[in-house]
Nanobody, 116 residues
Framework: QVQLVESGGGLVQAGGSLRLSCAAS????????MGWHRQAPGKQRELVAL???????NYADSVRGRFTISRDNAKNTVYLQMNSLKPEDTAVYYC??????????WGQGTQVTISS
């Protein structure tokens, strides 16, 4: 199993920025895709952003243009730069990886709270 350790969550004012990071360790074989999901209270978990091994990103419509996902393959780390944050971005953010066989791993989640 892949272990994922997240950092960077916290409280920020609307319009501000946060940078999340997630480092993968453990039984890493080949990680094809890394990304972020989020879940607000009473809501379904939703995709935020994904990035492939080649660095090609995909974003949810709600964050496109405000968030930027990147990765450092040497460090097995994925980042999420979040700018122009809105109260509706408040959620628990989960790091995820998908290996070459399609097996998914999840991080523990980190709280992001945006105040008005």
């Amino acid at each position: 199993q892949v272990q994922l350790v997240e950092s960077g969550g916290g409280l920020v004012q609307a319009g501000g920025s946060l940078r999340l990071s997630c480092a993968a360790s453990g039984s890493i074989f080949v990680i094809n895709t890394m990304g972020w999901h989020r879940q607000a209270p009473g809501k379904q978990r939703e995709l935020v952003a994904l990035i492939t091994n080649s660095g090609s990103p995909n974003y949810a419509d709600s964050v496109r243009g405000r968030f930027t996902i990147s990765r450092d393959n040497a460090k097995n780390t994925v980042y999420l730069q979040m700018n122009s944050l809105k109260p509706e971005d408040t959620a628990v953010y989960y790091c995820t990886t998908i290996n070459a066989l399609g097996r998914r791993s999840w991080g523990q989640g980190t709280q992001v709270t945006i105040s008005s």
